[in-house]
Structures are given as structure tokens and as C-alpha cells.
């Protein structure tokens, strides 16, 4: 059943949001031990919130658009009272005083938070392997990855833990794990979510997104967490689009660019089934009245290195605060400097370790030009590149992912490895655009394939518009 | 681009960043590190002249909002997440070691 079908279920009375949470921690309690999507769950809390949707109900209120609808997040946002360990022993025993902002939302709309979900340490990686509380599989085949860092929200939504979680995307980390387990997931335009209490990674590239089964049911939790916070200085003030009121409307007329670059031609490393595919989704949209067109965008190509020195550069900065005074771990030692150094050797994992290091050197005195000043110049061209194409095109197209689903452990030894398959994902971070990855059939190893769907900034609408014709004209997915 | 990364380089910025490597640990990064900085020299193909870099994907501005005391975190509460306090304040080991 569809989050909009159990939100209007529960709102007119025809099922309780207890039974419906019921029916979800049972399909988690039968396979959690199996898939670990969750960090932590929150079977009582849920309870307590899914009785007050009912009494709610009862008394003749409306509890909201989500009404009883179970949710998890990532746990990477605070939430008041409940620990968030962004899956790393560095912030053990920390228990936020505060909720994010989204996390306010889902709770005023009636959702139901019943967990928290798996992600790599501090959301960087790109397969949920580098959680210090161990890894997340695929639910669709337990010896593979479920992508990453959202791994845990993405396998929670495949696996029909919950219909609708939320994750967070600073090179992918939504739109990855979301084809890799086929389902939706959605990167925003930066700004259009509110940041406030996700805790940062590289703030002038993280943004939370919506996974869903299927495209309206994202629409529709995008619909409850966007809109200015005056919480979050980068929030964007003008009023959210109106996704839901779009759907059905089709690509009639829209001129849409398949990227040259990320699609096979001028890349390495994108796999003939996912090409396939792409070039099928393509084929769909033109059925469905579009003109769809390959086109360059010369500069992303260059993204992968860009982002690979930017974000660690922020993240150097960002994860200073972890120190041991205030909050999480404190190792003990004779001295400040001391205790610092143990807190932090300790308490972060060697993914972390190896981004603070890369970015603290790209931001070091002698390097700065020539690894910092350079990407931030590419990410001028790639901006640039995509202000071009979008004088042209009204949507971009490419897939998500170069691969399907990869084995466990078959990429955590060589880390360039694992960055590589963010490729197709980073350029819309670093432009700030929104993008989508949207389930379109399987691979020849019958797990699930991305296409990813490009906007220009504010451009949800029409990416949301072309995720609809591409889910209704999808081949059959993945067998669970 | 510019020379390779040394494992003098990244135990310098290990010594910056607060952590401590153990030798293998040293050995293994500095490849690694070595490795990441190799495929971002494909950023010296462009001419990048005359372009001004980005830092930000929105034109930021500062925001201001009305100079009223709004809703603020409790003390205590924060306090509460510290490993260690005294006097609500947080509570650090000495910051200069014996002979310093």
C-alpha cells in the first residue's frame, strides 16, 4: 500500500494507525536481523505517536498528510531524546537536545518515526560498509551492497520496513542507494530542505531527500519537509513547488538532454545493462512526446575530482568539533591536546580519517591553489556547463549508478574504487540542482537499475513530471 | 600537479587534524591518499584561467532576523551531553602538560 493510500486510510478511520504500525515493526522484526537497516528502533516511541493519530482521528482532527504513515530517518539527524550517532563511536552516548527541522515536519504531518537507519560514518561512503555499528545488506540480495551512505533508509524502504524515509545526498548519498535498491530517491535543490540539525558533512553540498516506492509517494513527503526554516541561513525563502498537483501531467513538448559524458560514450566504467536501460528510459519519454537528444556537458567529467577535494576540505572543518569537550566520546589523557588527539584517533573510523586528512592537506599552506582554488574553479565550469545545456534542454538525463548492486567487501579495499561510482550523482551537488534517481528495470544480474533524472535549480516540477512517465513505462523490477 | 604526497606530508596533517597513525597506518593512507590526489591532476587538462571559483551553490547573503530572544537550549541540557563539567562549564584536562 502507497504512503498516500495509508495516510488516507488512517485519516478517514478505515485502519488505525496502530494496525498499520503494527503490520510494518512485524515485517521489520522477520527480516531486520538479516538486512540492518536500522540503527535503532523505536517500537514504543512509534506506538505512543500512532495511539495519539488515532485519538487524534477520534476527536474529529485532521492529523495530516501523513498521517500514521510510518517513516525512518537517517541517523545523521537529530531527533530530541533519542540518540543520533551518524554511525560512528565518536558521538556515543551523545543524545540530542533538539530535532531537526524535517524531523519537526514528519512529526506535524502525522508520520510516525519508527527508526533510525545505517549509514556510512558521518555519510561518507558509498556503500554503508564504513558504519562502525557494522554494514547494511540489500534487501533484494543479501550479499550485496545497498549503496550509500543513505544505505539503511534506502534498504528500509526496499525491504517494506516503512513506505517513505528520509536520507541525506552531499555526492549521491540518496540517489545511489536508491537505484541500487530500486526504489525513488531524491536530491532537492539546495536549500529547498531546511539542514537544521542534520549534522554536517560539507554543508555547501549536503541536502536531505525522500525515498518512496513509487514517485508520487516522494512527491509527497517532499511536499511535507520543504519550505523555508528561518533556522537555516541557506534555506531558501520562496514557497516550495507543488509536486502532487503535477504528476499526471506528463512530458508532452519538453526537450530533454541525455549527458554525453556520464552515459557510456566519453566515461569508462558505465556497464552495457545500465546503458541499456538509459537508452530504453529515453525511448519512453519520447514515446511520451518529448524530444530527447544526447548533448554534452563537457565539465562533468571533471566533477568526480572536484568533489573528491571539496568535500573532504569541508568535512576537515565541519568534523573539528569533535573534541571531546562537548559532546561523544572523550578518551582520557594527561593533557587537552592529548585528549583530543586519543578522542578523535579512537572514535573515528579510517573512512573519516582519510577524508579529514585529504581535505586538511588540500586546505594546507602550499596546496590550497592547487587543490582547493582548482575545484572550486570546476565547479564554477561545471555550473556554467549546466546553465548551458539548460538554455537548451528543460531536464537532463543519465543513470544513478555506473554499476547495479556490487558484492560486499568487493570495493572497501581500494577507496578510489568506491569514489568512482559516485560519478554520475556529484555534478548536480556541486551545482546545487535537484536530481532524481527513478527504478527502471534490472540488470542482467536481475538487480535493479537508476536512471537519473536533472533539473536546473527549483526545476522539481518537471523532474517530477518525467520520474512519472518513466515509472509508468518502467519494465518490471527487481524480484524480492 | 605538484609533487607526491610523502608520508612526511600526511603525518603532518595527521599532527593537524589531532589524529595518530600507527606506522602501517601511515604506509597504507599515505598510498591511498597518493592515489585520490593522482586522479584529481586531471583537473590541470583545463584552462582555468580566467575563471572565479565557486564556494557556494547559492548566492549567499547574510540573513538577519529581528533582534527578540527567541526560544534557546537549556543549559543544563547541554551540559548534560558533556563528559565532563563542573560548575556549568566544560571541563577539559590541563591545555599546558607538565614543563610547557
Same mark, same amino acid.
Given at each position: 500500500?502507497?504512503?498516500?493510500?495509508?495516510?488516507?486510510?488512517?485519516?478517514?478511520?478505515?485502519?488505525? +494507525?496502530?494496525?498499520?504500525?503494527?503490520?510494518?515493526?512485524?515485517?521489520?522484526?522477520?527480516?531486520?536481523?538479516?538486512?540492518?537497516?536500522?540503527?535503532?528502533?523505536?517500537?514504543? /516511541?512509534?506506538? &505512543?505517536?500512532?495511539?495519539?493519530?488515532?485519538?487524534?482521528?477520534?476527536?474529529?482532527?485532521?492529523?495530516?498528510?501523513? %498521517?500514521?504513515?510510518?517513516? %525512518?530517518?537517517?541517523?545523521?539527524?537529530?531527533?530530541?531524546?533519542?540518540?543520533?550517532? @551518524?554511525?560512528?563511536?565518536? $558521538? /556515543?552516548?551523545?543524545?540530542?537536545?533538539?530535532?531537526?527541522?524535517?524531523?519537526?515536519?514528519?512529526?506535524? %504531518?502525522?508520520?510516525?518515526?519508527?527508526?533510525?537507519?545505517?549509514?556510512?560514518?558521518? +555519510?561518507?561512503?558509498?556503500?554503508? /560498509?564504513?558504519?562502525?555499528?557494522?554494514?547494511t545488506r540489500n534487501p533484494l540480495d543479501t550479499t550485496k551492497v545497498p549503496g550509500g551512505s543513505s544505505g539503511g533508509s534506502a534498504a528500509a524502504v526496499a525491504a517494506g520496513f516503512v513506505p517513505l524515509s528520509l536520507g541525506s545526498d552531499t555526492g549521491g548519498s540518496i540517489r545511489q542507494p536508491a537505484a541500487l535498491c530500486g526504489v525513488v530517491g531524491v536530491k532537492p535543490t539546495y536549500g529547498a530542505v531546511s539542514r537544521y540539525g542534520l549534522v554536517a558533512f560539507a554543508s555547501s553540498l549536503d541536502q536531505i531527500g525522500p525515498?518512496?516506492?513509487?514517485?508520487?509517494?516522494?512527491?509527497l513527503l517532499l511536499e511535507v519537509i520543504a519550505g523555508h526554516d528561518p533556522l537555516d541561513s541557506t534555506s531558501i525563502p520562496e514557497p516550495p513547488a507543488d509536486l502532487t498537483s503535477v504528476l499526471d501531467q506528463g512530458v508532452e513538448g519538453m526537450r530533454i538532454g541525455i549527458i554525453e559524458e556520464l552515459s557510456g560514450d566519453g566515461l569508462e566504467g558505465i556497464a552495457g545493462d545500465v546503458r541499456a536501460r538509459?537508452?530504453? =528510459?529515453?525511448?519512453?519519454?519520447?514515446?511520451?512526446?518529448? &524530444?530527447?537528444?544526447?548533448?554534452s556537458v563537457p565539465s562533468t567529467v571533471y566533477g568526480l575530482s572536484a568533489y573528491y577535494v571539496i568535500a573532504p576540505a569541508e568535512a576537515s572543518s565541519n568534523l573539528a568539533r569533535y573534541d571531546g569537550v562537548r559532546f561523544g566520546l572523550r578518551v582520557d589523557a594527561p593533557t587537552s591536546g592529548d585528549m583530543h588527539?586519543? &578522542?578523535?584517533?579512537?572514535?573515528?573510523?579510517?573512512?573519516?580519517?582519510?577524508?579529514?586528512?585529504?581535505?586538511?592537506?588540500? $586546505?594546507? =599552506?602550499?596546496?590550497?591553489?592547487?587543490?582547493?582554488?582548482?575545484?572550486?574553479?570546476?565547479? &564554477?565550469?561545471?555550473?556554467?556547463?549546466?546553465?548551458?545545456?539548460?538554455?537548451?534542454?528543460?531536464?537532463?538525463?543519465?543513470?544513478?549508478?555506473?554499476?547495479? =548492486?556490487?558484492?560486499?567487501? /568487493?570495493?572497501?579495499?581500494?577507496?578510489?574504487?568506491?569514489?568512482?561510482?559516485?560519478? @554520475?550523482?556529484?555534478?548536480?551537488?556541486? %551545482?546545487?540542482?535537484p536530481s532524481m534517481s527513478v527504478p527502471f528495470g534490472v540488470g542482467d544480474d536481475g538487480m535493479p537499475v537508476g536512471v537519473q533524472v536533472l533539473a536546473p535549480a527549483m526545476g522539481e516540477s518537471a523532474m517530477f513530471r518525467a520520474a512519472a512517465v518513466l515509472e509508468a513505462a518502467a519494465p518490471p523490477g527487481a524480484a524480492s | 600537479m605538484t609533487e607526491r604526497i610523502t608520508p612526511g606530508d600526511v603525518a603532518h596533517v595527521a599532527d593537524l587534524a589531532r589524529l595518530s597513525l600507527t606506522d602501517d597506518e601511515l604506509e597504507a593512507f599515505t598510498v591511498q591518499l597518493a592515489d585520490i590526489l593522482d586522479h584529481a591532476a586531471d583537473l590541470d587538462a583545463l584552462d582555468l584561467t580566467d575563471v572565479e571559483p565557486t564556494a557556494h551553490p547559492l548566492p549567499l547573503v547574510n540573513v538577519f532576523r529581528a533582534d527578540v530572544i527567541g526560544p534557546t537550549s537549556d543549559r543544563d541540557e547541554v551540559l548534560a551531553a558533556a563528559p565532563s563539567v563542573e560548575e556549568a562549564q566544560f571541563k577539559v584536562p590541563p591545555v599546558l602538560g607538565e614543563g610547557q
Open positions: 500500500m502507497s504512503a498516500r493510500d495509508l495516510a488516507e486510510a488512517v485519516r478517514s478511520g478505515a485502519r488505525s +494507525a496502530r494496525s498499520v504500525l503494527e503490520e510494518h515493526l512485524d515485517s521489520i522484526a522477520a527480516r531486520e536481523p538479516e538486512i540492518h537497516a536500522f540503527n535503532v528502533v523505536l517500537a514504543d /516511541e512509534a506506538r &505512543t505517536a500512532a495511539d495519539e493519530v488515532d485519538r487524534r482521528v477520534a476527536a474529529g482532527e485532521d492529523p495530516g498528510p501523513l %498521517a500514521g504513515v510510518p517513516v %525512518a530517518v537517517k541517523d545523521n539527524m537529530c531527533t530530541r531524546g533519542i540518540p543520533t550517532t @551518524c554511525s560512528s563511536r565518536i $558521538l /556515543e552516548g551523545w543524545i540530542p537536545p533538539y530535532d531537526a527541522t524535517v524531523v519537526d515536519r514528519l512529526a506535524a %504531518a502525522g508520520a510516525i518515526l519508527v527508526g533510525k537507519t545505517n549509514l556510512d560514518e558521518f +555519510a561518507m561512503g558509498s556503500s554503508t /560498509e564504513n558504519s562502525a555499528f557494522g554494514v525515498f518512496a516506492r513509487t514517485v508520487s509517494d516522494a512527491a538509459l537508452a530504453e =528510459a529515453a525511448a519512453a519519454l519520447e514515446a511520451a512526446g518529448a &524530444t530527447v537528444e544526447t548533448t588527539s586519543a &578522542t578523535r584517533t579512537a572514535g573515528f573510523g579510517d573512512e573519516v580519517k582519510r577524508r579529514i586528512m585529504l581535505g586538511t592537506y588540500a $586546505l594546507s =599552506a602550499g596546496y590550497y591553489d592547487a587543490y582547493y582554488g582548482k575545484s572550486q574553479k570546476v565547479r &564554477t565550469l561545471i555550473v556554467e556547463d549546466f546553465a548551458r545545456a539548460y538554455g537548451r534542454y528543460d531536464l537532463l538525463l543519465s543513470p544513478t549508478s555506473p554499476t547495479t =548492486a556490487f558484492s560486499l567487501g /568487493e570495493k572497501t579495499a581500494d577507496p578510489m574504487t568506491m569514489y568512482l561510482t559516485d560519478v @554520475c550523482t556529484i555534478p548536480s551537488n556541486l %551545482a546545487g540542482h | -
